[in-house]
């Protein structure tokens, strides 16, 4: 199929996502507007806009919950089957990291119409086998024209009510672990192919077996969330500031894709870079010795990236063990006021 879908469009991926300051700033708008409170409380929403998090949840009853999500970008890369996977684990990532199952999605889709309908069904078909192997189905969705091909899903997930996960609850003392390596963003814009690839592999990748495997534990992870458009420390940061607690990440552990470090050093940077660096300011503090190209990849936006976790140290061992899960441990968390720092 001769069809490359970056020529279609401007940027991609989760690094197309609002900066996490307007958006921060609209959302408190919209969680603070007349009766929003009254409202969640009434229809028994758990989890939404005060604070937000990676899904919203909603108890059906004592022991059942709905876990629900969208999400939705640009492509960043050129292959319409690799687009619609990325896309799809993407988007069902957001219920795992809520500690929930996908039952069921709806897609969300935006094509020119002078878009070869083969790529199209490309993109649908790959995403529907991507949430199959989460265990959910797509059961319709919506579709309009655009000048831009956007494609994303609207997933809903089950989850206990009291074993619900949020980006809270971190606390000092405990392991950080993250299932997925850093540096898409950088990758996909400057490597080589061949670190293309291999990139683009591990993204079609679901974070089901990193969730079971948290879902596993003796003692439950205290805070998870996944890793997207604002970067490893951009999420570290909401983890940070959620738990009021800080996280600090070691570069010299952080689990890099093939071609990442070397395409940092080279300079290659993407369009969330300063987006993301501009929202952290004063809040991610950088260790002397940690290089400019490590930093540049820990601020570097994700698409479809793994989960982050902050677990007691007694069962980190089981994580890592874990090679479906594929954790690796990346920090720890420290007392203080919330914040994030970057270290040897």
């Given at each position: ?7 279609w ?6 690094a ?24 969640a ?22 022991d ?41 999605a ?26 199959a ?5 797509i ?39 993250l ?15 061949k670190?293309?690839?291999?990139t ?14 948290l879902?596993?534990l ?19 940061w ?13 570069a010299?552990?952080l689990?890099?894709?093939d ?5 940092a ?6 369009g969330?870079?300063a ?13 002397d ?6 930093v ?8 479809s ?15 890592t ?20 720092t970057?270290?040897?």
């Amino acid at each position: 199929m001769d069809v490359k879908l970056t020529e279609w469009t401007s940027c991609g991926g989760c690094a197309a996502k609002w900066g996490a300051a307007p958006l921060a700033g609209l959302l408190r708008t919209v969680a603070g507007g007349p009766s929003a409170g009254s409202a969640a409380d009434a229809a028994g929403l758990l989890v939404g806009l005060a604070p937000f998090d990676d899904a919203a949840v909603l108890a059906l009853t004592d022991d059942l919950a709905l876990v629900s999500t969208t999400d939705f970008f640009p492509p960043l890369v050129d292959d319409p089957a690799d687009f619609g996977a990325i896309a799809a684990a993407n988007a069902c990532s957001d219920v795992f990291a809520m500690g929930g199952r996908v039952k069921i999605a709806l897609n969300v889709a935006a094509f020119p119409e002078r878009l070869p309908v083969e790529a199209i069904g490309a993109i649908l078909t790959a995403a529907a086998e991507v949430v199959a192997e989460a265990g959910g189905v797509i059961a319709g969705g919506h579709t309009i024209r655009s000048e831009e091909p956007i494609f994303g899903l609207a997933v809903q997930g089950l989850v206990d009510p009291r074993r619900v996960w949020t980006k809270a609850g971190a606390r000092p003392g405990d392991v950080l672990v993250l299932s997925k390596p850093i540096g898409t963003g950088i990758v996909l814009a400057g490597a080589e192919e061949k670190d293309k690839r291999a990139t683009v592999a591990v993204m079609r990748r679901l974070n089901r077996a990193a969730a079971e495997a948290l879902s596993a534990l003796a003692e439950p992870p205290h805070a998870v969330t996944d890793v997207t458009g604002f970067g490893l420390l951009g999420h570290g940061w909401e983890m940070a500031e959620r738990s009021g607690a800080v996280l600090a990440f070691d570069a010299g552990r952080l689990p890099l894709y093939d071609g990442a470090l070397g395409s940092a050093r080279a300079g290659v940077r993407t369009g969330g870079d300063a987006r993301n660096r501009t929202h952290l300011e004063g809040k991610v503090a950088v260790a002397d010795g940690v290089g400019d190209a490590l930093v540049a990849l820990a601020y570097d936006p994700q698409t479809s990236g793994g989960l982050l976790a902050s677990v007691d140290p007694a069962v980190a061992g089981q994580l890592t063990a874990d090679d479906r899960a594929a954790f690796v441990v990346i920090g720890e968390v420290l007392a203080g006021p919330a914040g994030v720092t970057l270290r040897p």
